[in-house]
């Protein structure tokens, strides 16, 4: 059965606080009207700190669309190879082993995809599969594993390892004073994940269902405007408000498993922001310290976009291992509005094949 090992996760050394984001956010919109909205958006994201790939005062110059591109790539080319080198490690698996490689990113734009540098230059096969996914957002990281699910079932035996670079702080826009920018340039942060699914063998999470959800007519809720000034983020007021209309999804997802999605004994769900996390423990009645997990990434990291749900799952191996069989929810929620959720179950047990 498909198998999710311990994730790897890294964020870039530089380091924005709360109280340093307030002070930026009051002198960017000094004077303004909604600079008292502004403040109140970022005290309400419940995140200290974030990580971020130039210092703040670069970043605040805005160079332009070309320029924050050309960072992305070198970035990302930078950043990625040590954390793909943890999760194989993770695995017990080499490069040679990986028979796909699913890279997930809506921060910047590549072409060719980031995997076909990755498979050049980090000892992968030359006929590894490519599956790049650009245009989900946050709930991409759920769709990587969902995908790397879905693969390993259509060939038995195979392993895939997913990268997530998220470099969110390349598409702050510091003087537009729209919501969705107030709210983002106070609540993304930058990350990297990688993790493999293993075909068979190893430790982790058993994926056994998957599945896909889009609230109808709900696509315009979360977008990209793109302009020479690069991607800007935009928010319709009513997404806070969707774990109620997602929960009933969530919960016969799991019902069709035979499964209580009340009742489980972990979450590993995306943390948009607060009120998402807790909405969905009041909808699915659970106690929030459940996502204790996607709490932890979000004051520590802020949103990461794609790669909280790894980051969340690597804290839960981390944590008190889980016992054997323990059930769980995976879950990413993004544009569309768009939620990805898998259902799995804890194995400690090596059961690889023997050649």
Known sequence: MPRLCKPAVSAPEHVITLDETLAFAEEA?????????????????????RHIVQPIEKTLQH???????RIYEAE???????????????????????????????????????????????????????????????????????????FCLAHPGSNVLIVSCELCSLCYQPTADDIGSLLSDGLF?????????????????????????????????ISYAVKDTGFHFQLDRRVPGTMEPL?????????????????????IVHAGG??????????????????????????????IASAVVLEAARRLFEEETPAQDATGL????????????????????DDRELD
């Open 29 to 49: 919109h000094a004077g303004k009207p909604q600079l008292p909205l502004a403040l109140r958006l970022i005290r309400n994201t419940g995140v200290l700190k």
């Open 63 to 69: 160079p332009g669309l070309t320029e924050r591109n």
């Open 76 to 150: 990302s080319k930078n950043l990625t190879p040590p954390v793909i080198e943890q999760a194989l490690k993770n695995a017990d698996l080499a490069a040679r082993d990986i028979d796909a490689i699913i890279y997930v990113s809506c921060t910047g734009f590549s072409m060719p995809s980031l995997t076909a540098w990755l498979i050049n230059n980090l000892g992968f096969r030359s006929d590894t599969r490519q599956i790049p996914i650009a245009q989900l957002g946050c709930a991409a990281g759920g769709a990587a594993i969902n995908r790397a699910h879905d």
């Open 189 to 221: 942060g930058d990350a990297v994940a990688a993790a493999v699914v293993r075909g068979n063998g190893g430790v982790g999470i058993d994926l056994e269902r998957n599945a896909s959800y889009l609230i109808p007519h709900t696509e315009d809720w």
């Open 247 to 267: 929960a009933p999804v969530l919960r016969e997802f799991a019902k069709d498993h035979s499964w209580d999605a009340g009742n489980l004994d972990f979450y």
């Open 274 to 303: 607060p009120r998402i996390l807790d909405d969905l423990a009041k909808f699915l009645e659970v106690d929030r310290q459940v996502f204790r997990h996607s709490w932890a990434t979000l004051t520590e990291y802020g949103n």
């Open 330 to 349: 995976i879950a990413g929620f993004g544009p569309g509005i768009t939620a990805e959720m898998s259902l799995g179950r804890w194995s400690s047990s």
